[in-house]
């Protein structure tokens, strides 16, 4: 379905869930920024909020997210007494009132607490910001997940799941330190459509190691059979000099970038062919999910969690490296979990590092998103767009995209290429010494 060109993906790119990305991201000289962008949202705005759980009962070797062990009790409950102190701290902030129109959890993994512990945090949600009638969404690690955990989600309401399911290949989840047999996940699924949790995604990788062509339609086609609303296909980003737990992964055993490709192609055709569109370069949804239905309507964004529907120009993260989306910065909360606590029982904001979004950012940011979420762009806005253009000669000669004035066009065999077309339009690539994932 896809042609093979290999200089075209030779440069690692960022995955763009930000722009500016957090490779720009500098140390804050004081917590006063974060509280002056919280006084600035408007009364009336809408927003989201993340709620990071930087714990799993368990850690897979392949994880780059910020994560330790839950297994000492007193530093999780701290680590929730803290969160639950940041929540009332920017709830203070907030001059007027505002609609909160989603709220997610992630991690790491929230079903790592206990789910009383979810509760608590839920009900600091919601008395802070008036959250009461929320989309509420969690992610969730069929492991650890319990008929009790199932029960919490239904009185909760919650109504949005995502599985961390990978691969259902046992050699290739013995290699990546993930094992969970497949009808742990079948009995998850079934727990969660049981108390009407309305929508469920999987998180499926490609080019993991031990994974072949063969394992990854198996796993496919197990995955379809259970007709998640949504399933995230991501590559596998192989980072040992930057990610330490990934040095237990056998680096002789993963695929070279001609079986990524391979993989990904084949992902993308068998999610398609089993009824799923596709959004995106990895993202899938059913004809009538929320999220197809705004990919259609080209309303699709992007931000940490990767492709939305979510059309809240406000995103406050919370918790240990929660990053938060304001129009004109992007800030991230103090990384080690004993720092942040530190901070918010001092009273302080955590936020660590940011950036400041400028007027040209915003351009090239809307650029970058137009190319990723709808494969088109009007570059007329740049003041060096007809240099810029000279880049995309290479895609144009191999029928990837058309250009029509300053009208970009990518054409649907464009998909494997989206990010480094997207990287054109970044004038901050590549600072020295930063290191990306594969563009595939």
Not at 157 to 162: K, L, M, Y
Request: net charge negative; aromatic share 8%.
């Amino acid at each position: 379905m896809w042609s093979y060109y290999p200089e075209l993906l030779e440069r690692p790119v960022p995955r763009y869930t930000s722009f500016p990305t957090a490779a720009e991201f500098r140390p804050l000289e004081h917590d006063r920024v974060t509280a002056a962008a919280l006084a600035a949202i408007p009364s009336g705005a809408q927003i989201s909020l993340y709620v990071h759980i930087p714990y799993c009962n368990e850690i897979c070797y392949y994880c780059a997210c910020n994560t330790g062990r839950a297994n000492k009790k007193k530093r999780l409950q701290s680590y929730i007494e803290a969160l639950i102190r940041e929540i009332e701290l920017v709830g203070e902030r907030i001059a007027g009132p505002i609609n909160v129109s989603r709220i997610a959890f992630g991690g790491g993994s929230p079903s790592a607490i206990d789910p009383e512990d979810f509760v608590r945090i839920l009900d600091q949600l919601r008395a802070s910001f008036d959250a009461k009638f929320s989309q509420i969404s969690v992610e969730l690690d069929p492991r650890d997940f319990t008929a009790d955990w199932a029960e919490t989600l239904s009185e909760s309401g919650v109504t949005h799941a995502s599985m961390g399911v990978q691969t259902f290949a046992p050699q290739v989840q013995q290699a990546i330190g993930r094992v969970q047999p497949a009808k742990l996940i079948a009995t998850a699924m079934q727990q969660l459509r049981d108390k009407n949790v309305s929508s469920i995604n999987f998180d499926m990788m490609y080019g993991l190691p031990a994974q072949t062509l063969s394992d990854l339609r198996d796993s496919l086609d197990q995955a379809i059979a259970l007709q998640p609303d949504r399933i995230a296909l991501f590559g596998y980003a192989h980072l040992p000099d930057r990610i330490p737990r990934q040095r237990r992964i056998d680096s002789t055993i993963m695929a070279n970038q001609i079986q990524r490709f391979e993989m990904a192609a084949l992902g993308y055709e068998h999610l398609v062919d089993a009824g799923y569109q596709a959004i995106g370069f990895d993202h899938f949804a059913l004809p009538d999910d929320p999220m197809a239905q705004a990919a259609r309507a080209g309303t699709i964004s992007r931000n940490f969690q990767g492709f939305t529907d979510d059309p809240a120009p406000y995103l406050i993260g919370l918790g240990a490296s929660a990053i938060s989306i304001f129009p004109d910065h992007i800030l991230q909360n103090e990384k080690n979990v004993g720092k942040y606590r530190d901070a918010v029982f001092a009273g302080k904001h955590p936020a660590q590092l940011g950036v400041q979004v400028s007027e040209e950012d915003r351009l090239h940011r809307q650029i970058i998103e137009d190319v990723l979420c709808r494969g088109r762009a009007n570059i007329g806005t740049l003041s060096d767009a007809s240099r810029l253009t000279g880049y995309l000669e290479s895609f144009e000669k191999r029928k990837l995209l058309t250009i029509e004035d300053t009208e970009i066009l990518c054409s649907d065999n464009a998909a494997p290429y989206l990010r480094t077309i997207a990287a054109i339009f970044d004038p901050y690539r590549i600072a020295a010494g930063t290191k990306f994932s594969s563009a595939i």
